[in-house]
């Protein structure tokens, strides 16, 4: 999403205290043994579990997984908050792969995909009848109702995609890609675009922060749906159809480019990926009116794969300015408002503000848990309730900048040289920022990423 400011920073501090769980393993020892006990008792301690994940800014490469090594989180218990429209059609889902009533899902996975979509298409049948959101649905607002009338529809018809190949940059590549540049953008958004390929998005080989033995290949590929041609009052398809072939880093469906249809992007982008873009290794998503430091996310990447245990953390692998334990906006003015008919309890854990970096492994196992994940309107929200479910949790870094820099390090000549990723920045400002940073790169090259 592209702004969010009101998923303020107090959100972050505002992790519930469990009253019953004061430490966190005697409480998964806990519930292991009442697990097997009964699913009553799970009901119970429900609310005393919500959000424990959540309190944990883990950095990265360290503690992960051990807390939630042994036990699932919330998600597949009885829900207490079953009469909200999406957790009452989700609950019929999840209820099929607790580990608890279908124990050999804990060993084999979820892979069952042609299981995931038939309960996908049954539970909307199954939760008409039963949740508020449906008696009150004319007063909800527009963008809502829009939304839920097709949440049951996920598979529009690609417009225009690079040509099969996984985006721009393919050609002198003498190894698979390191890094896809994945940019959420829109059709009017041309500048955008323009000043993305020139500094921060180029293509090809691109050397680390350390010089070009760290380097690696880069792709880009901007994300778009259509945008309403009355509102824009004239007809830009063809013009980006020129410009896909010129580029060769356009990726286009046939939905309508709303903010609520964000999410849209990320499950057809998933799919795609899986297509096409074989070995890369990783992907950074994000908005087109944000600065990323492609050099030193490069360099990072590569610390990231030289790291003994990154065998075993890479399907795992995903870092942002992550939010936890936020709380769903309910100011109906708001562009984030969602209604408690429609959705109730605390967002899981999510990488927001602009930008998240994750491996490809990581995406193709989005691509198959989002099977059985509803659309929800809120796009990085969404990613975090795939990534609940894959038992996977996004690394905070402070390197990624949703509010743009704290005062003292704004005016430093080696500010940009500190961060991964800066929200926001308009294309003139990218283009000034980019020759700012090649003019500084001798002063600045040894100062490391922000702590
Ligand atoms: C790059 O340099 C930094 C600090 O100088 C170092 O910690 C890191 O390991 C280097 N990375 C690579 C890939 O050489
Ligand atoms: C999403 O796109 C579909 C297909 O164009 C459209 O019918 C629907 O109204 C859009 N949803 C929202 C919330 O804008
Ligand atoms: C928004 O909320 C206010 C106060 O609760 C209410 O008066 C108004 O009708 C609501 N507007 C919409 C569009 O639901
Ligand atoms: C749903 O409707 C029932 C009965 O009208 C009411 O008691 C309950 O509080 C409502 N729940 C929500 C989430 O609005
Ligand atoms: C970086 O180099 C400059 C001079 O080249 C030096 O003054 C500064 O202390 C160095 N900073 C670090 C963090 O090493």
Redesign the pocket.
Known sequence: MSSQSQFSPQARSAAPHSLFCPSISPCIFVVVLFASVGLFVCMSMDLANDGLEKTNFIAPGTLRHKIHASLPTTFWKLNPHGEAYWNQLQLLIDRNFSPILHPKFRKNGFENTVLSESLLRQSFFEASDLTNMTRNFD???QKIQDFVSNMDKRDYPTVIQPDGVCGAGAKDEKGPPLLLLVIKTTESNFKNRQAIRQTWGEVGWVAGQNGSSSGGYVRRVFLLGKESQEELGVDLSELLEQEGKHFGDILQWDFQDTFFNLTLKDVHFWSWFSRFCGQTRFIFKGDDDVFVNTPKLITYLQDQLQKPQAHGTMPDFMVGDVIGAAFPNR???SKYYI?DSFYKGLYPAYAGGGGVVYSGLLSRRLHDVSKRVHLFPIDDVYVGMCMNRLEAYPVHHPAFLTFDFPEKEANELCSYHRVLLVHKRSPSQLVRVWSHMKETQTQCSNVTLRE
């Open positions: 007063e909800m607002p100011m109906n003015n209604p």
